[in-house]
Each structure stands twice: as C-alpha cells, then as structure tokens.
C-alpha cells in the first residue's frame, strides 16, 4: 500500500496544464531532424504497442494508470455518463464513444450495436440531452465480416437515434476501410440524414472526398488522422497534412453543412477562425472539437470566446489501441510513463 501510494503520488497529474508541457518543435534546434525523430518514435510506440506482452504490462500496472486515465473516461458507461455531465454542465458539447473496433464475429457487432443503442437512451435520459451525441465505427459495427453486416447493424444505430433526435457520427478508421466507409454512408443518407463522417487530411484523396461532403451537405468533422499509413496514400511530411488541413478546413468553413475542425493545433485554430470571421461564417455554423484530456485550457478559451465546442468522450474496456495512438501522437507522454518506472 505504502509503495502504491508513493508511486501513485509521482505519476503525472491527469491533466497536466498545457503550460507544463513542451513544444518539441519549438525546442528543437532543427525541425526537420526532429519530424524525423517524432515520425520514427511514432511507429516505433504504434509498433511496440501491438506486442501482447505489452499490452498485457499496460493494462495490469498500476503505473500507467494516471496516464489512461488522463485520456479514457472510464471502462462503464455511467462513468464516461458523468463525465459528459460535467463537460455539459461547463458549457461543452460531448461526443461520446465506446471504444472498441474490428469485430471478430457478427455476434460482437451485434453486441456493439447494442451498447450503441444504449448510450443513445442514457445521453437522451440525462441532462446532456442534445449537447450530446455518439461517434461510432463501421468495424465495430461489423465491416469485417461484410459490408452488409456493418451497414445493417449501423441503420439500426441511426433509426435509435431519430427517436431521440440524436446525431451519429461515423468515425474513420485506416486507410483500406475509407472508400468501403463512404460508400456505406452515402447508401445509408437517402434515407438518415442524422448522421454524417470524419475525413482525415493525411489521406491524398481527401480534396476530393471534401468535394463529395459538401455536394451532399453533409456534416463532417476534419481531422489530421491517426493511423500509421504508407507513403501511397498519405502525405508523410507534418508540413503537408497541416497544409492539407487548412486547404480542407477552409472549403468546409466556406460551402460545407455544420463542420467540425477537429484539432488541438493552436496555430491551425487560429488560422481557420481568422479566415471565417473574413468570410462571415457565423460562429454557430460550425464546431470546435478535441480529444478529451487534451489541451483543455484551449478548449476552455474558444469556449470562451463564444465558439461551438464539442469534447470526445471515449470509455470502455477496449481503451488500449485508442490510448496507444495517443501516446504515439505525442511520444513525450511516454517519458512521463518511463520517468514514474524509473523513479519507483
Ligand atoms: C474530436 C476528434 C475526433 C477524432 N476522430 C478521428 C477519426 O475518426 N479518425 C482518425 O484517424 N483520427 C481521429 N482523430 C485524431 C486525429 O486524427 C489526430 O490524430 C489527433 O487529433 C492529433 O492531431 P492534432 O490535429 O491534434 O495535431 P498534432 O499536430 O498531432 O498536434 C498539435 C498539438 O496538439 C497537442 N496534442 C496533440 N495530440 C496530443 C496528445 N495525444 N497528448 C497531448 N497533446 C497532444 C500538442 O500540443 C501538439 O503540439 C480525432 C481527433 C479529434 C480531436
């Protein structure tokens, strides 16, 4: 006991202020050795990660248990519940998400689609009610075991969601399910427009897949992306993704239905509020969204200042490939980590 409290004192903060933390770049006395270092120290994590006997060590020890915390709301849906409460109660709008993907049978789809269905009456019976909605993924939906299975079971999903009013989100997962992904949702919009998607700037096709988005008006959340992807399809170097980002953002702010700019990268914020206070875009036309446990002193100041902004919520007990793709988003998260190993 004495041991755990001692340690447990050592671990970081869950959310550390942003202040505390920083920029490697802005450390770095060459950036473009240090994208290099970050890109390699990414796949590294992504890749050490994937090992069971990692996994296994991560989930059992105590001493990452500040860390995941810091980024997962909790492994039951009454405790990711309260936490969207509390996030609503502050004036933030919540997207929650149950952790989990690529579904190894049609029965854990089904199971999936179940937990869906009952996130969607806890969030309508509490006080969140319509600050809140859900974001979900077609493998988990069943995309693994066919096309059919995942679409039926997401339908499903959204006729739920009408009786409450509620919005679903269809989250994008790696590269090789995004053309499947699209297809799914195009065939599904006839007939549920309370849903819509997430297209990642890595991605080299995204130009034109934003083209598609805002010729059906349809809301979209643009993100960065967080799969570890080959040269083929996505550009490699930060500079290109960031630039793709504003190109992206800008056309979404402009002629796209309700967008949400999913980043915690301050300096592309501020570059997309400047350009939709230029072309008037009215602050309640679109949403600000981050990650949960990331950057909250940003969240709070657009919160601030009047802009829309949504916070994701995942729980649930799959939580490690979600938490891993933090880490590597950030390798210095890992240092905290391996500083508590070293001082227990
Ligand atoms: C609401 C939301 C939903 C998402 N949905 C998807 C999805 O469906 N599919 C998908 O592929 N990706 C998704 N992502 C993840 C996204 O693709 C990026 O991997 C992630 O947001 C990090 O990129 P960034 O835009 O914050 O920029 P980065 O350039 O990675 O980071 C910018 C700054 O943000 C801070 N930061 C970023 N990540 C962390 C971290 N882990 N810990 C601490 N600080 C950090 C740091 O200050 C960093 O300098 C989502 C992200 C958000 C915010």
Same mark, same amino acid.
């Given at each position: ?25 802005? %450390? ?35 001493? !990452? ?6 980024? *997962? ?8 519940? /309260? ?18 993907? /690529?579904?190894?049978?049609?029965? &854990? ?13 806890? *969030? ?58 699209? &297809? ?79 980043? %915690? ?57 979600? !938490? ?8 210095? /998260? ?11």
């Amino acid at each position: 006991m004495i041991v755990t409290g001692r340690i447990v004192r050592r671990l970081p903060a869950p959310y550390p202020p942003h202040s505390l933390r920083r920029s490697p770049i802005a %450390h770095s006395p060459n950036p473009v050795h240090f994208h290099h270092t970050a890109m390699l120290g990414r796949a590294l994590i992504l890749k050490t990660s994937a090992f069971s006997p990692v996994e296994r060590m991560v989930r059992k020890s105590f001493l !990452f248990r500040g860390v995941v915390r810091r980024f *997962i709301a909790g492994e039951s849906l009454e405790e990711a519940i /309260n936490v969207c409460e509390g996030l609503t109660a502050k004036g933030f709008l919540v997207t929650l998400d149950y952790l989990g993907e /690529n579904t190894k049978s049609e029965q &854990e789809a089904l199971a999936a689609r179940s937990t869906y269905m009952k996130m969607l009456g806890c *969030i309508a019976a509490s006080p969140c009610g319509k600050n809140a909605n859900i974001s979900i993924k077609l493998t988990q939906c069943g995309l693994d075991q066919g096309d059919d299975v995942a679409e039926r079971n997401y339908r499903q999903v959204l006729t739920e969601a009408e009786t409450f009013g509620s919005f679903v989100r269809v989250d994008m997962e790696a590269s090789a399910y995004v053309q499947r992904t699209l &297809e799914i949702i195009e065939r599904v919009w006839p007939d549920h427009k309370n849903t819509g998607t997430v297209l990642q700037s890595y991605l080299y096709r995204t130009p034109d897949d934003v083209e598609l988005m805002i010729r059906l008006q349809m809301r979209t959340r643009l993100v960065k992306g967080a799969y570890l992807e080959p040269e083929s399809v996505a550009h490699k170097a930060k500079a290109k993704v960031d630039e793709a980002y504003v190109e992206c953002g800008k056309r979404l702010l402009k002629d796209g239905f309700y967008p949400a700019i999913a980043t %915690h990268d301050q300096r592309i914020v501020e570059i997309l509020k400047a350009y939709a206070t230029q072309e008037k875009v009215d602050k309640a036309k679109f949403e600000f969204q981050m990650l949960y446990g990331i950057r909250r002193d940003l969240q709070e100041s657009l919160r601030s200042e009047g802009y829309n902004v949504r916070v994701y919520v995942p729980f649930g007990e799959s939580w490690y490939p979600y !938490f891993t793709r933090r880490l590597a988003e950030r390798p210095a /998260n890992i240092w905290f980590i391996l500083k508590s190993f070293v001082r227990g």
